[in-house]
Each structure stands twice: as structure tokens, then as C-alpha cells.
């Protein structure tokens, strides 16, 4: 059983900075890809960004790309996204997901992010 367990989350002004982390039981976390997707209540989840088993490769939401970067540290399991500018629309809970056969399999259970004006 894989658990995913995300934190960092909390509350920043308009422009400001997050970041993000998510810590992954199990031995095979760098075999994976790791995704991070956010939502808002009765809104569908938003992908925000992916990387690869190595970390080699990313891929980010236009929404957020220039001012997100995801990164990974396969040593300690963890996943992290860094979020800079942030805008207050972007007040949601973010969650760490799995990636295995073209599909998430495994999610945490989420981190608050609230983004004041």
C-alpha cells in the first residue's frame, strides 16, 4: 500500500510564495511519475503539473507555468512543488498523486492553500 502524505500548505498574500511537499511510503517511489492537481469545492481537479520517474522531465498547467516548478528527491521520497506568484483564484486544496499506467493511482489526502488579496 502506497500513501501519499502532502504539507506546506497555508495562507499567503497575493504574490507570494508556497511550497509544497509530498512524502511517499514505499520502496519503489522512483519508479513512478508524480503529478500534483488541485480543487476547488464543486469544481472538476486541475492538473497543475507532472514529473517524470526521474525527474528529467516536466509538464505544467499554462496556468502555472513560469511561476511553478516541480521537483523530486528520489533519496528521501518526497515530491515538491514551488509555487511563486501566487493569485488569490488559486486558493484550493492541492493533492500529490501517483502516476502508473497512464493513470493516477494512489492520492494524498490533500494540502489547504489559501491565497489572500
Known amino acids: 500500500q502506497v500513501q501519499l502524505v502532502e504539507s506546506g500548505g497555508g495562507l499567503v498574500q497575493a504574490g507570494g510564495s508556497l511550497r509544497l511537499s509530498c512524502a511517499a511510503s514505499?520502496?519503489?517511489?522512483?519508479?513512478?511519475?508524480m503529478g500534483w492537481f488541485r480543487q476547488a469545492p464543486g469544481k472538476e481537479r486541475e492538473f497543475v503539473a507532472r514529473?517524470?520517474?526521474?525527474?528529467?522531465?516536466?509538464d505544467y498547467a499554462e496556468s502555472v507555468k513560469g511561476r511553478f516548478t516541480i521537483s523530486r528527491d528520489n533519496a528521501k521520497n518526497t515530491v515538491h512543488l514551488q509555487m511563486n506568484r501566487l493569485k488569490t483564484e488559486e486558493t484550493t486544496v492541492y493533492y500529490c498523486?501517483?502516476?502508473?499506467?497512464?493513470?493516477?493511482?494512489?492520492w494524498g489526502q490533500g494540502t489547504q492553500v489559501t491565497v489572500s488579496s
Open positions: 514529473i517524470s520517474w526521474s525527474g528529467g522531465s516536466t
Open positions: 498523486a501517483r502516476r502508473s499506467s497512464g493513470s493516477y493511482d494512489y
Open positions: 514505499g520502496r519503489t517511489f522512483s519508479s513512478y511519475s
